[in-house]
C-alpha cells in the first residue's frame, strides 16, 4: 500500500545550519506531497505541497522538490532558527480514489539550540 | 477567526466508560477526519466525512464511532474505550475532499487507565 518513509529523529541543530530532512514515498499513480509542521502543544499546520513531478514547493525559507525519479520530496531549509524547533511530518494525498485523507510518515523532531 | 476547535483539550477515564470528543469547524468546509497520533507511527486517520450524513471508515476505525448531522460540527465517540485507545488525537477539516490544506484542531490528549 501506499506510504512514506521519513528520516528518524530526533534532529539537533545549531542557529543558522543548513537542514535537510528525507522523506521517499511509496503510491501508485501522482500522488500530491506535503509537509507539515507540528509546534509544542498545537496542531499541525501546512507547511508546503506540491503538485506535480518536479513542482518545488517553498514557504518560510524551508524548500521541498517532488521527485518522481526517486520518489522523494526531501525537505530543505538553508539556515535555521530557534523558532523552526518542531516536528515535521511529510505526507502524501493519493491522485485516486483517496476520498481526501494524507499518508503521514512518522515524523522527525528538530531541535535547534541557539 | 477561522478554526477547528476540539474538546475537551484534556481527557483522563476509565475502561468501558463511554466519552465524546466534540470537533467543531467554522469554515463551511464540507470534508472532516479524525485522527490519532501515537508515537513512532505518525498520524493515522480514523474516520472521514465528506458531508452532511456522509461518513466512512479510516485506516484504524475499530472502536471509534462518528456522526456527521450538522456541517459544522463531527464528534468522535468511543462507546467502550480501552487503553489502548490512549492517545493524541486531532480532527481536521477541508474546503472540500479535493482541497489540498487540511485545517487541524489543537489536538485532544486521552489517556484510557
Known amino acids: 500500500g501506499d506510504s512514506v518513509t521519513q528520516m528518524e529523529g530526533p534532529v539537533t541543530l545549531s542557529e543558522e545550519a543548513f537542514l535537510t530532512i528525507n522523506c521517499t514515498y511509496t503510491a501508485t499513480g501522482y500522488p500530491s506531497l506535503f509537509w507539515y509542521v507540528q509546534y509544542p502543544g498545537e496542531g499541525l499546520q501546512l507547511l508546503l505541497k506540491a503538485t506535480k513531478a518536479d513542482d518545488k514547493g517553498s514557504n518560510k525559507g524551508f524548500e521541498a522538490t517532488y521527485r518522481k525519479e526517486t520518489t522523494s520530496f526531501h525537505l530543505e531549509k538553508g539556515s535555521v532558527q530557534v523558532s523552526d524547533s518542531a516536528v515535521y511530518f511529510c505526507?502524501?494525498?493519493?491522485?485516486?480514489?483517496?476520498?481526501?485523507?494524507?499518508?503521514f510518515g512518522k515524523g522527525t523532531k528538530l531541535s535547534v539550540k541557539p | 477567526e477561522a478554526q477547528v476547535t476540539q474538546n475537551p483539550r484534556y481527557l483522563i477515564t476509565v475502561t468501558g466508560k463511554k466519552l465524546t470528543v466534540t470537533c467543531s469547524q467554522n469554515m463551511n468546509h464540507e470534508y472532516m477526519s479524525w485522527y490519532r497520533q501515537d508515537p513512532g507511527l505518525g498520524l493515522r486517520q480514523i474516520y472521514y466525512?465528506?458531508?452532511?450524513?456522509?461518513?466512512d471508515k479510516g485506516d484504524v476505525p475499530e472502536g471509534y464511532k462518528v456522526s456527521r448531522k450538522e456541517k459544522r460540527n463531527f464528534p468522535l465517540i468511543l462507546e467502550s474505550p480501552s487503553p489502548n485507545q490512549t492517545s493524541l488525537y486531532f480532527c481536521a477539516s477541508n474546503p472540500t475532499v479535493s482541497s489540498y490544506e487540511q485545517y487541524f484542531g489543537p489536538g485532544t490528549r486521552l489517556t484510557v487507565t
Open positions: 466525512s465528506m458531508n452532511v450524513e456522509a461518513t
Open positions: 505526507a502524501l494525498r493519493r491522485e485516486w480514489g483517496s476520498q481526501g485523507n494524507l499518508i
